[in-house]
């Protein structure tokens, strides 16, 4: 069974960081995809960053290339996302999500987020000006 817990969301003034934490349980099954998602106001649930477990390759769309930067620490089974010079259209609940097992290459579909078969609660990031 997997579980993904996030943390780490909070308010923030623009320009400012936070780092969102997704503790992951029960990835066993070879490589998987693991994002992080949002649903912005009017618009379909998209993908910000993802990775690979098995390659640690990293996908970024376009809105947050060069300001996030997703990691994953294999000692503690835990996905971060560091997000420096947050903006006010970031705000917005952010979901950990992960694929099905042996995902060898890539993350099908991001930012789309079909490919995803398990999702944490969300943590609530507020950008403030």
């Known amino acids: 069974q997997v579980q993904l817990v996030e943390s780490g969301g909070g308010s923030v003034q623009t320009g400012g960081s936070l780092r969102l934490a997704c503790a992951t349980s029960g990835l066993t099954r070879g490589n998987y995809c693991v994002g992080w998602f949002h649903q912005p106001p009017g618009k379909e649930r998209e993908g910000v960053a993802a990775?690979?477990?098995?390659?640690?390759?990293?996908y970024y769309s376009d809105s947050v290339k060069g300001r996030f930067t997703i990691s994953r620490d294999n000692r503690n089974n835990t996905v971060y996302l560091q997000m420096n010079n947050l903006k006010l259209e970031d705000s917005d609940m952010y979901y950990c999500?992960?694929?099905?097992?042996?995902?060898?290459?890539?993350?099908?579909?991001?930012?789309?987020?079909?490919?995803?078969?398990?999702w944490g609660n969300g943590v609530l990031v507020t950008v403030s000006s």
């Open positions: 999500a992960s694929s099905a097992p042996r995902v060898y290459v890539g993350c099908p579909g991001f930012p789309n987020d079909s490919a995803m078969r398990s």
């Open positions: 990775i690979n477990t098995g390659t640690l390759s990293t």
